[in-house]
């Protein structure tokens, strides 16, 4: 099982990335996914969680307060991948970013604790210059 992040990078304050994570060895439509961050001597932290994708709704979404109304999460089966669009990113979202997968077999839920997931990518460092 490998989950591969990937879209970190320097941007100035008000600029945009896309982090990627695409999954191998697991079947990715029967997971959720959710992105967190870790800052330097922070904790890690929740960002964003996407359900599982079923017939037309592409998934149930849920945000940190802080990224709200400016990272979207979404999710593309056919591709195994999930993305987060961050936009106007400010200094302090500078962290390391994490992908992660929960096995589930509910179409609704969205995860936001680190031990509700089963699998989890390498990290992809994001920093945001003032």
């Known amino acids: 099982v490998q989950l591969q992040a990937s879209g970190g990078g320097l941007v100035q304050a008000g600029g945009s990335l896309r982090l990627s994570c695409s999954a191998s060895?697991?079947?990715?439509?029967?997971?959720?996914a959710g992105w967190f961050r870790q800052a330097p001597g922070k904790e890690r932290e929740f960002v964003a969680g996407?359900?599982?994708?079923?017939?037309?709704?592409?998934?149930?979404?849920d945000y940190a307060d802080s990224v709200k109304d400016r990272f979207t999460i979404s999710r593309d089966d056919a591709k195994r991948t999930v993305y987060l669009q961050m936009n106007n990113l400010q200094p302090e979202d500078t962290a390391i970013y994490f992908c992660?997968?929960?096995?589930?077999?509910?179409?609704?839920?969205?995860?936001?604790?680190?031990?509700?997931?089963?699998?989890w990518g390498q990290g992809t460092q994001v920093t945001v210059s003032s």
């Open positions: 992660a997968a929960a096995f589930t077999f509910s179409s609704i839920r969205t995860y936001t604790t680190q031990s509700q997931y089963n699998y």
């Open positions: 060895g697991i079947p990715f439509s029967t997971y959720a």
């Open positions: 996407i359900s599982r994708s079923v017939s037309r709704n592409p998934g149930n979404t």
